[in-house]
Structure formats: C-alpha cells, structure tokens
C-alpha cells in the first residue's frame, strides 16, 4: 500500500534520511521505533508531504507520489497525527472536529460532517463531553484523543501516527492503543505508528522497522522484534531510566 | 457658551475621533489578516486604501455610478488587486522568508503608488458624500451624516469580520492556518489558498476604508504612506495579529489624536499616533491586548 523507496531527506545541509526503504501492507500495523532523533519524525513528515523529499520515491496504492503536498495527500486517503498534539489549541474540541472535516463537508456537505463528529464521539465519548471547551484546556490524553479524531475525520486509508504515548500515563496508552486496534477491526485501516514506547508499539504491530540516525537498521516481524536481543536491550534501558526519574 | 460649550466642543472632538479612528481600525484589521497568515507586516495596505479611494471618485463622480454599486465594483477591483499581487510577487518566491516578503511588499506599494500617480493624476479628488452633505446639531456638536456612514460601516464590517472568522468553514481554516500551519495542511487545507484569501479580505477592509473616507479627506495617490502609518500604529497598540485588539485600538488612537488636536494643537496631530504607539512599545511591547501568551497564538 505504501512504499519508500532509497528516501533522501534534508534539513538544510543536514541529510537526516539516508536511503529509507521501507513498505506497509493493507491492513497492516507496521511500528518505526528509534532513538530520539534517530529520524522517525521525519520519515513521517516526508510521507504526509509536510517536508519534502529530495531523493527517492515514495508510492501509495500503486501511484508515485513524492513530493505531492500534505494537502492533497489527505485527499488521498493519507493522514498523519503530527507528534505533539498539534490541535488549533485556542478553538474549542467541537470545532477542531469540524475543522478535521473540512473535506467531507466540501465534499459532501455539513450532515455527513456532523455525522462523522458523531462518529468520533462515540469512539471518544470524553471528547463529547468537552466539545465546547477549548482545546488547549484539555489534558494530554485527551487532547491526543482530539488529535487521532482529527486525523480519522479524515476518512484515511493508511493512518500515520506520531508517537501517541509521548507524555501519557500508562493506562492512558493502553486505552489509545486499545482504540486504535479496535479501529483496525472495524475498518481496513492501514497503520504506520511511530514509537519510543516500543513495548506497547510491538504488542498492537504485526511488523515493526528500527532506526538509527538516518538509517533503517532492522526489519522483522514485532514478536521476533520483541525477543531481539538488541532491541531488548536498546530499549530495557530506556525503561529502567525512565522507572529511575520516577 | 460656557459649560455647554465646553461640552459640545468635547462631543465634537469624539465625533472626529471616531471618524479617524474607525479608518485606523480598518487599515489595521487589515495588517492583521495578513499578518496573521503569513507573518508579514504588508507596506501596500495604504495603497489598497488609497486605491479603494481613487476607483469610487472614478466610478461616482466621472462614471456616474449609483453609490452601492460603485461600492460593490470598487472593493471587488482591490480585492483583485489584492489577489494579484499575492500571486504575483508573494507566492512564487521560493525560499520566502519573512524579510524578503517584507520588502517585496515595500516594492509592490511604491508599483501601486506610481500606477495611481499614472492614472489618477497628482491632485486630491472630490467625492460625493454618501447621503446629505448637510451637518445636524447633537447637544451642540455639528455633525456630518458621513461621519455616521464611517462609524456605521465600521460596525457592520466588524460584525461581519466576527461572523466570517468563527461561523464560517473557510474563516475557521484562515484560522487554523494562522494558528498551525502544518496542523491546518494535515486536515486538507490548503495553506497558500488561504494567504491568497488573506490578501484579498485585506484588501477589500482597505478598499472600504479608502471608499468611506474620501468624500472627507479627498483622496491623492500619496495618502497610502500615512494611513498605513496610522493604521499599523493601532495594528502595534492593539496587539499584531489581534483584530478586535485592534478596533479597540484604532479608535482610542483616533479619539486621542482628536482631543490631543482640539485641546492641545492640531500641528502635533498626526506625531500624536505615533508617540502613542512608541510609549506603548515601550512599556508593554506586545500591546494593550496582547500578552506575550497571545502573540505566540495568533489568532484573528
Ligand atoms: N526543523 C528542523 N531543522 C533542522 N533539523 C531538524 C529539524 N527537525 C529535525 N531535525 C533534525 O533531524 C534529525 C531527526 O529528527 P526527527 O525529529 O525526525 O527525529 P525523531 O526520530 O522523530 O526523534 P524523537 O523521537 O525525539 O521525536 C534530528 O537530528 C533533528 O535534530
Ligand atoms: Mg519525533
């Protein structure tokens, strides 16, 4: 469904993608795990058309479509939940909503817009509640749950995600994991999820990539990844830092 | 003549006030649009004043329009003025950063101050008033009905600013872009559309603002300057990228200029603005309304 073929990505000078290949099937839920700053972000980025590439190609269903603008990728049935829950903070929940579906009311009018808000209401039923608070009121996991609903009111084929559990307690991971397998059930969603919390990634991935400062560095499938010894201890260490700074 | 003229002269002083302040406030909603979504500080905006001006004097005093049709012509022709020149000198630059959009803009406004020199000649034009050119008495101050046009039209497009921006689709985009670009461009909207709308709603408040007031101050080719001036003062006081802030600002700097005029001298009217303007960069550099919260988060 999607391909990257030998992505080159810059900052400037700096060459942040060297050669990144890497593909997801339909209806899978492939993981991108990595250090910071290993270049996930990015990866994602060039993907939705936020940054542009500047070599290699990169396919969706078939059509080529690097360097294609985020715009009309969503269009095509790509949407990315940026990292950091990049919600019009100073617009209330309802209307962050109704903004994630300014393209089904183009295209198909204010009733089917109201509909799919319903919709994300009854998938975030927290969200129903706040709908008239702003939206940088809410707390963190709600506002990711904000920031997912955007994204699906998008009607996407292939769903990028941008570490969703930066910054959430566990038990609100778990739960926006929980959504995000349900949503596969329910539909032929496609997913790329991009992940620090590797442990949580690779229980919901069935495939899962490793980056390294530019690089891909590893491709198997998640429970290998998991019992990867390498793996294990990239990212054992990151949890017990984590436990310390408790 | 005594208190009662103490009183009326105040009342006069206001009037006047509110008629200057109600063109700041429009100038500078219309910096602030385009600030907004591009972070640009426009140096045209005066000429779409002066342009919106000059295009009504042509269309009702040589072309013999009807008023409201004239109106409707002459903010269309800006707001394609306006389009024209984002897609002509804003848009396709390649690498835009702030700066160079900024002097670009100083290079389109001395283009439209010329072709104006061009086709409209050096000398002020006279315009019809909208109604009677005939003053009436409130409590002693002499009033021009034009006045009332001013103010009056500063309200509704401030009600219809307000309805555009929030009961809107496309006016909640130009504000999700303005509040996060990429968030904004990730939901399907396309960001370089809503600049060039930007422009054009700029450009249209100009050309109302230039419509309203030139059958008081007879319009040249070479007002832009100073109203831009102006109405950039009241953009600062009230805050950049605050258009309420902005009102709100436009009018108190009309009002101050009026009574500072009236009651101190009207040699220092037009420094008054910018004093105004300096004393509060000085003290509170984001503006009256803004805090430093919110000109990180722009907003309309
Ligand atoms: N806007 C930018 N300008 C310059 N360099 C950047 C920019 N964004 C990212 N980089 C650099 O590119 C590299 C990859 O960044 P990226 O954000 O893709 O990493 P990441 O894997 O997503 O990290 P994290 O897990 O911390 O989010 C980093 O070295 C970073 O410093
Ligand atoms: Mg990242």
């Known amino acids: 469904m999607l391909r990257l073929v030998n992505v080159n990505s810059y900052y400037g000078l700096v060459h942040v993608l060297k050669n990144v290949s890497l593909h997801v099937d339909k209806g899978e839920t492939v993981t991108l795990i990595g250090a910071n700053g290993a270049g996930k972000t990015t990866t994602l980025r060039s ?42 903070r100073p617009m209330t929940v309802f209307e962050n909503l109704e903004l994630g579906g300014n393209l089904i009311f183009k295209m198909h009018g204010k009733k089917q817009m109201k509909a799919g808000i319903d919709e994300m209401f009854d998938l975030f039923p927290i969200l129903k509640e706040r709908q008239e608070q702003y ?77 390294e400062t530019g690089k891909i560095i590893l491709e198997e499938e998640a429970n290998a990844l998991m019992k990867n010894q390498e793996v294990k201890r990239a990212y054992l260490g990151k949890d017990q830092r984590e436990i310390w700074e408790k | ?30 910096f602030n649009i385009i600030y907004n979504s591009t972070g640009l500080i426009n ?28 109106f409707v012509i002459t903010v269309l022709f800006v707001m394609i003025m306006g389009i024209l020149m984002e897609r002509l000198t804003i848009n396709p630059v390649k690498s835009p950063s ?34 009677s050119e005939e003053t009436f008495e409130i409590f002693g101050a002499t009033i021009l009905p034009q006045t009332l046009w001013i103010i009056g039209i500063l309200v509704l497009v401030v009600i219809c600013f307000i309805l555009f921006f929030n009961y809107t689709m496309t006016g909640k985009s130009m504000r999700a872009c303005a509040i996060n670009r990429d968030a904004a461009r990730l939901t399907g909207i396309n960001d370089r559309n809503m600049v060039m709308l ?52 436009g009018i108190l ?32 550099p984001s503006g009256i309304f803004g805090s430093v919260e919110a000109s990180r988060l722009k907003e309309f």
């Open chain 1, 47 to 88: 993907i939705s058309g936020l940054h542009s590439v500047k070599e290699g190609k990169i396919e969706f269903e078939g059509n080529d479509i690097t360097g294609l603008r985020a715009e009309k990728l969503v269009r095509l049935g790509i949407a990315q939940v940026p990292e950091g829950r990049q919600i019009f």
């Open chain 2, 253 to 284: 700097l009309g009002v101050i200029e009026a009574l500072g005029g009236g009651y101190i001298s009207s040699h220092y009217m037009d420094a008054m603005a910018l004093l105004i303007m300096l004393v509060v960069l000085f003290i509170r």
């Open chain 1, 135 to 211: 939206a940088g009121t809410l707390s963190g996991g709600e506002q990711q749950m904000l920031a997912i609903a955007m994204a699906l009111m998008c009607r996407p084929r292939l769903l990028l995600l941008d570490e969703p559990s930066m910054g959430l307690a566990p038990l609100i991971v778990k739960e926006i994991f929980k959504t995000i397998s349900r949503l596969k059930e329910d539909s032929d969603l496609t997913v790329l999820l991009v992940e620090q919390n590797a442990n949580a990634a690779l229980k919901i991935a069935d495939r899962g990539y490793v980056m």
């Open chain 2, 43 to 70: 140096f045209a905006q005066g000429e779409f004043v002066v342009l919106g001006g000059l295009m009504m004097v042509t269309l009702t005093m040589t072309l013999s329009l009807p008023m409201p049709v004239a």
């Open chain 2, 98 to 131: 702030v700066m160079r959009l900024i002097i670009i803009t100083i290079a389109v406004s001395i283009i439209i101050k010329g072709l104006a020199m061009i086709f409209w000649g050096k000398e002020s034009h006279f315009m019809r008033h909208f109604s």
């Open chain 2, 198 to 249: 930007s422009f054009a709603l700029s450009a249209g408040i100009g050309a109302i603002a230039g419509i309203i007031i030139t059958p008081i101050i007879q319009m040249d080719y070479a007002r832009g300057a100073l109203l831009g001036l102006k109405g950039f003062g009241a953009a600062v006081v009230g805050g950049l990228g605050n258009s309420l802030g902005a009102v709100v600002a």
């Open chain 2, 1 to 30: 003549m005594n208190t009662g003229g103490g009183f009326s002269d105040f009342l006069q002083f206001i009037f006047m006030g509110l008629q200057r302040g109600s063109i700041y406030a429009l100038v500078a909603m219309g």
